[in-house]
């Protein structure tokens, strides 16, 4: 019998009390209700519909026609998407859209333009599934929308997804904040803001928003920007338990700042001054003589980087010396470690330097011979500021706090005084351009003594700025749980008799275990704060 010829079963309204319906996609088909797997047409028999409840679904085999009923009404009344398309393409659509939300993210994460998804990763993902995987790619591809529109719409559904459960857990925690006003090439006044809390134990950090300042820099302008978007996201300023911010009067002044302002609402706020931008505004303080230097070595780093003629030339006389670098870096003063790194690459141990000179021998003789005079000033700052963005690179990272940030400070500062004194010996070993330099070259008395000085005048600076740092009081089971613990066992057992502890140990030293402990519980909420 031909196939158009085969009968055709219709469905009986009966088969519900057997939990099977008219297939939804397929009037020739039907559906079993408790697993929504469809039958062909063959199999709509009673017997068989008995047999597939039976063995499939016994627990269901004794429900009456009622349960069945109500099964169907639910059924009916879900979404029809849900029930036109097959499981299997609702699973493909749902990797579809997972894939384009994961590569926008991807896309979003690498700061590329967001047309490289049609421009460039489509035919990726086709070149790779056609020759690697031998899979037609127009029905994969399909699946995954990384037209430009819908990249950037994935962005702002995954960031306001972020932000709101961001905004929701800081409705109930206290947390630390952190701002930062900068102005952007545009002349266009941009708040970043970020948090710091305790989440599952962790010390979190997270940006909480990036908004423009559109008339104004001023502190009140900053507060009011701060409180509007508090007051829309509903999270209360008194959870705000420190706030950390630069040195700027429109953040720090005392009547008219941000902080003045925050404190209006949260008195008992704690207030921190940027540790990296105190550091930055030392490093700053220079003579007048290795001021007008460090302006000498930027003139001359310009000269040969602004011309393309000059930096070609430049570039091939390092080749023919076989210097170890053949660019210079230029100086930016937004960018701190870039001094530093400037100087570095540019004396680096003279093999860059003696390029430089023997460039400018031809082209600016003034110059060269400047530089040749002042060769000793060059090597001591390049060594001074290599050490600074040691000390720049240590204060920052997510996980940095107050205990780490004494660390890191503590030791920079009482090294100074040690640096002067190995300097006012010659013993340069800390100092290893300047010490290369002393077996060619005699370093002068003169230039000695104006080392020195900078050096003291460095120190007295960096203890008056990290005031508050350098005289916190950390104790000692925070440092070393382990040692502490020892100690305070072998003193125990030293002290113990047949009377309590409290007979062998004086009452001031209980009193001040209990403001030791109150101390540190009080504190704890304010301990995990710093600005990068």
């Known amino acids: ?26 009037m020739k088909a039907q559906m079993c209700l408790l697993c929504e797997r469809k039958f062909s047409n063959e199999s709509m028999r009673p ?12 627990d269901k085999a004794n429900k009456n026609l009622a349960y069945f009923q109500s099964l169907h009404e639910r059924f009916l009344r879900r979404p029809k998407l849900d029930r036109s398309l097959p499981s299997t393409s609702r699973t493909q659509e749902h990797d579809g859209l997972l894939a384009s939300y994961n590569i926008s993210l991807l896309i979003a994460k690498s700061g590329k333009a967001h047309t490289i998804g049609e421009e460039l990763l489509i035919p990726v993902i086709s070149e790779v599934l056609n020759t690697v995987l031998h ?58 803001a970020y948090v710091r809390f305790i989440k599952a134990e962790q010390v979190v950090q997270e940006m909480l928003f990036a908004k423009e300042l559109v008339t104004d820099t001023r502190g009140e302008s900053i507060f009011l920007v701060l409180k509007d978007f508090f007051e829309e996201k509903e999270i209360p300023l008194s959870n705000i338990t420190a706030v950390a911010t630069d040195g700027a009067p ?4 005392r009547q008219r700042g941000f902080i003045a302002h925050l404190k209006q609402i949260v008195p008992d706020i704690v207030a921190v001054h940027c540790v990296i931008h105190r550091e930055h505004l030392a490093a700053k303080r220079l003579s007048n003589r290795l001021n007008s230097l460090l302006r000498l070595v930027i003139n001359a780093i310009s000269k040969i980087k602004s011309n393309p003629l ?20 230029l100086h930016t003063k937004v ?47 390049a060594d001074l500021y290599f050490k600074f963005n040691e000390m720049n690179l240590l204060l920052q990272g997510n996980e ?15 090294k100074l005084p040690l640096l002067r004194r190995n300097l006012a010996r010659r013993e340069l070993g800390q100092f290893p351009n300047l010490c290369a330099l002393q077996v060619n070259v005699e370093i002068k008395d003169d230039d000695v003594e104006a080392y020195c000085q900078h050096l003291d005048m460095l120190h007295h600076d960096l203890s008056a700025r990290y005031e508050d740092i350098l005289g916190m009081e950390v104790p000692s089971w925070v440092i070393d749980s382990f040692s502490a613990a020892d100690a305070a066992e072998l003193e125990l057992q030293q002290g113990w008799g047949t009377s309590g502890p409290r007979d062998h140990f004086p009452p001031t030293r209980w009193g001040n275990h209990a403001r030791m402990r109150d101390s540190v519980k009080c504190d704890c909420g304010k301990l995990f704060f710093i600005m990068r």
Request: charged share 25%; glycine share 4%.
């Open 47 to 58: 017997c068989m519909m008995v047999k597939h409840l039976h063995n499939i679904h016994p």
């Open 400 to 414: 940095l706090n107050r205990i780490t940030t004494k660390a890191a400070v503590c030791g920079f500062v009482r």
């Open 310 to 329: 000059n930096d070609r030339l430049f570039r091939q006389l390092c080749e023919e010396s076989d210097a170890e670098y053949s660019r210079l870096l």
């Open 1 to 26: 019998m031909s196939e158009s010829k085969k009968k055709c079963r219709q469905y009986n309204a009966e088969y519900l009390k057997h939990g099977f319906v008219v297939s939804p996609g397929n």
């Open 250 to 253: 429109a953040m720090t002044g």
């Open 135 to 192: 899979v037609p790619a127009a029905d994969v591809i399909k699946k995954v929308s990384l037209s430009n529109d819908t990249v950037q719409r994935r962005i702002d559904d995954m960031a306001a997804d972020v932000e709101q459960t961001l905004c929701e857990f800081l409705k109930t925690t206290q947390f630390s904040l952190q701002l930062d006003e900068s102005i952007l090439p545009g002349n266009e006044a941009l708040l970043l």
């Open 335 to 381: 960018r701190w470690l870039s001094k530093g790194t400037c100087l570095t690459r540019f004396y680096c141990l003279f093999e860059l330097f003696e390029a430089v000179v023997e460039f400018f021998a031809s082209y600016d003789n003034a110059l060269c011979e400047n530089l040749k005079k002042r060769e000793s000033d060059i090597a001591y700052l």
